[in-house]
């Protein structure tokens, strides 16, 4: 009887298939935390003797009824520390009625274009980056949101030399202002770990995306994806489709991730208007390259698969032991790469909040992707 009762347990354990599906999503998650997030935490700085010179670029902001934070945004760009002579700033007032557009003139230095109406159909954010950017003077182009501050004054030096690597695309991190309340850090932490995946998997030399609010490509890199053309009628997109698209047509990437390099916006104060932005950048996925998808969707069904089934066996007691362990080894081993990645990035998220963050990130993964499946339907504002 003693011997029967101590096989039992493992008689369990062992023909337990819930703990071999967590143990294969933990290998993943490990495999991703080391392989690309750890790896890209850890390199070196970008050494300042490499530094090139300076040379001309444009700085093009798209704003609607932005009137507020252009009066913040403008004189942070007219006040960066570079050549003016290198340096123009293009304001496309895309449709303002709240005298956005009339700022242009206080400012001198800063370039108006101005769009009266969208043709049916269209984009409405394309089509104004569009003919913006045909007015730019320079081959260099930086593109930022109304919404956005530089972190330093040397935003612009720092991109602009992302394309002497040499590059055409030159990929930014915009980070959110640290706010009191556990929907700001969700909001960071969610940032936090899409910058970890787009500029890691870029530095690993595999990049599907950037962020409009700190992003830079060269004049013939939009060339020779013909504009926004092969999605000029998809709400969003105007980043991350892009960036498909020029890699598609062989453009090299650079990452460009120090701190002085970053863009700062004001997170959403209210789980609605985050809901409405993360459905609207999320509706662009199912145009990325199959490979893109299968390795995004791995890592997110991984985190998925991990969390869906150690809630199943919380039910299972005989399993409390390994779940537990495996639990324990994932927190641990996860956490500590998250961290350095918050280091890095300069989140500034508590350490001890990342486990209870990385859950409530996921479950609302799985929420938003029902919510986009069960109703399409998006708006630009």
């Known amino acids: 009887m003693p011997t029967f009762a101590a096989s039992q347990p493992i008689m369990l354990l062992s023909y337990s298939p819930a703990l071999g599906l967590l143990l294969a999503a933990v290998l993943v998650q490990l495999y991703y935390a080391v392989y690309y997030f750890r790896a890209f935490a850890a ?137 009191p309340g556990f929907l700001n850090k969700l909001v960071r932490f969610e940032t936090l770990l899409t910058g970890a995946q787009y500029l890691s998997f870029a530095w690993r030399g595999r990049p599907y995306m950037g962020v409009g609010r700190n992003l830079g490509y060269t004049r013939a890199v939009f060339h020779s994806t013909k504009g926004f053309a092969s999605h000029i009628r998809t709400l969003s997109g105007d980043d991350d489709l892009l960036v498909q698209d020029a890699v598609a047509a062989g453009a090299r990437v650079a990452v460009v991730a120090q701190p002085g390099a970053h863009t700062l916006s004001e997170a959403a104060e209210t789980w609605g208007a985050w809901w409405r932005q993360k459905r609207r950048h999320l509706s662009a996925g199912k145009q990325y390259r199959l490979a893109d998808r299968i390795r995004l969707g791995a890592f997110i069904g991984a985190n998925l698969l991990y969390y869906g089934t150690a809630v199943v066996l919380l039910f299972s007691p005989a399993n409390w032991v390994p779940l537990a362990i495996l639990c324990l080894l994932r927190t641990v081993l996860v956490g500590a790469v998250y961290q350095q990645l918050n280091r890095r990035l300069e989140g500034q998220l508590p350490t001890a909040a990342l486990p209870l963050l990385d859950a409530a990130y996921f479950v609302t993964y799985l929420a938003l992707g029902i919510s986009l499946f069960l109703n399409r339907s998006l708006r630009w504002k």
């Open 43 to 179: 390199r070196p700085p970008e050494p300042a003797a490499a530094a090139a010179a300076d040379q001309p670029v444009s700085v093009l902001v798209c704003a609607r009824n932005e009137h507020a934070n252009l009066v913040r945004l403008l004189p942070l760009l007219l006040s960066q520390d570079y050549p003016a002579d290198l340096l123009e700033i293009i304001l496309i007032d895309d449709r303002s009625t709240d005298g956005s557009g009339e700022l242009a003139a206080q400012y001198p230095g800063v370039r108006l274009v101005t769009i009266r109406s969208t043709p049916a159909g269209l984009a409405p954010k394309k089509y104004a980056l569009t003919l913006g950017l045909k007015t730019a003077r320079y081959e260099r182009l930086l593109f930022t949101d109304a919404d956005c501050i530089p972190a330093t004054n040397q935003w612009v030096r720092y991109m602009q030399r992302g394309f002497s690597q040499p590059a055409g695309l030159v990929l930014g991190y915009s980070a959110y202002v640290p706010e």
